[in-house]
């Protein structure tokens, strides 16, 4: 377990360790997207080094280059037709000798608001990708750090697609103020809720292109991008490991889309009264699971439950999540999806058919890696793995 958590935490923080602080160095700016940035903690190439060690993957030791120097920004995105501020950390290898790579990744679902990227002061493992040459962007996503006040749009494609690209933007003005060069490869991956928002990100930016960037690779591991497709899967199961996480989804649908219902047109009491209470940001999903039950037709009302199994129905919660799923779509884009055949959070069947959508769509650089035997946790080393190692021989 302690080998998972330090790879976890390169999408979800949970591996501790001190560092050094400047986080009283604020330089304000004015720019399109930037708003401010902070000047955070530094890394050194020991630090990663002994990590490597520890983990007995030895051979990552040999691409480890760099000390790294954070730094937090703020910037500017939109929400529900109005401008808001959202944050997000920078990683940037230091001594750099030419332009490097751009890695924008995506975090895992997180109930935590002080595990956003850029509000944990701990080693979290997602400076290891700069240590290795890439200036590394992590967007808390809307609903973290600066944005904290509103309820994260979970699986929303346009708020993940956002949240991506204008991090993207003001990373780009903040680099050229300090004079940081970077050249126009941009690299995408995310793990979970990641996978999916690093999907959404992909076919944005296709769709409407970075001045001065162009997507290398795109890497996602057991994200839902069929959304409605995820929940039949998981309906079928009967009982689900993970009810927080559908909790999460119906809450933050209900108020993305200001449905403002009462969480009793959703859930049964006392898991109603429960959720009201625990999913704004304290508490995380171990806890909250505990506070439901994984028999999803008491979970949920008569009437919602009936709704949700109803694939004819009038649904505005299928209507969303089909409004919301990134399918696969005719790209030349090196795309490389993961997951475990045990995922018992996303079925891997969900990037079975996301990976022949690509296909049947004429897409000819997309694959599909599966892990046999492996679930949601024991997945997340060997995709980080093979991405770091696919990457390396694109940058």
């Not at 701990?122 to 962007?137: N, P, R």
Request: aromatic content about 14%; hydrophobic content about 40%; some cysteine.
């Amino acid at each position: 377990m302690w080998r998972f958590k330090f790879w976890y935490a390169l999408f979800f923080s949970l591996v501790l360790l001190s560092c050094n602080d400047d986080s009283d160095k604020i330089t304000p700016v004015v720019h399109d997207h930037l708003v401010s940035s902070t000047t955070g903690a530094k890394f050194s190439t020991q630090t990663f080094q002994i990590y490597s060690a520890l983990l007995g993957l030895n051979a990552l030791t040999d691409l480890i280059e760099f000390d790294v120097q954070s730094y937090r920004i703020v910037y500017k995105t939109m929400y529900k037709g109005n401008p808001i501020e959202a944050s997000g950390i920078i990683f940037v290898p230091q001594n750099l000798t030419g332009p490097a790579p751009l890695l924008s990744l995506h975090h895992g679902t997180t109930f935590v608001n002080n595990e956003a990227p850029s509000v944990t002061k701990d080693f979290t493992g997602l400076e290891f990708f700069s240590s290795v040459g890439y200036i590394t962007m992590v967007p808390d996503f809307l609903g973290y750090g600066t944005s904290s006040s509103i309820f994260h749009p979970y699986y929303d494609e346009g708020y993940s697609s956002s949240a991506v690209t204008d991090m993207i933007l003001a990373s780009k003005e903040f680099l050229s103020d300090e004079n940081i060069p970077f050249n126009e490869k941009l690299f995408l991956a995310g793990y979970s809720e990641g996978g999916y928002v690093t999907l959404a990100a992909a076919k944005s930016i296709e769709l409407n292109p970075i001045p001065g960037s162009t997507i290398t690779a795109v890497a996602a591991g057991a994200g839902g991008y069929d959304l409605k497709d995820l929940l039949h899967e998981i309906l079928q199961q009967g009982e689900y490991v993970s009810p927080s996480y559908l909790a999460f989804l119906v809450m933050a649908y209900n108020e993305t889309n200001d449905w403002n219902l009462p969480l009793t047109a959703f859930f049964r009491e006392p898991y109603a009264d429960e959720l009201s209470t625990y999913l704004y940001g304290d508490y995380n999903a171990d806890f909250i699971n505990a506070k439901l039950t994984n028999d999803l037709e008491s979970l949920f009302t008569e009437n919602f439950y009936q709704e949700l199994t109803d694939p004819e129905g009038d649904s505005d919660f299928r209507d969303a999540l089909e409004k919301n799923s990134v399918h696969g779509w005719n790209t030349s884009l090196p795309i490389k999806l993961y997951h475990g055949e045990a995922d018992e959070v996303v079925p891997y069947q969900n990037s079975e058919i996301t990976i022949q959508e690509f296909e049947d769509q004429g897409s000819e650089n997309v694959s599909l890696t599966l892990f046999p035997l492996s679930n949601h946790v024991q997945s997340l080393t060997p995709t980080l793995v093979d991405v770091i190692f696919w990457f390396d021989t694109l940058k």
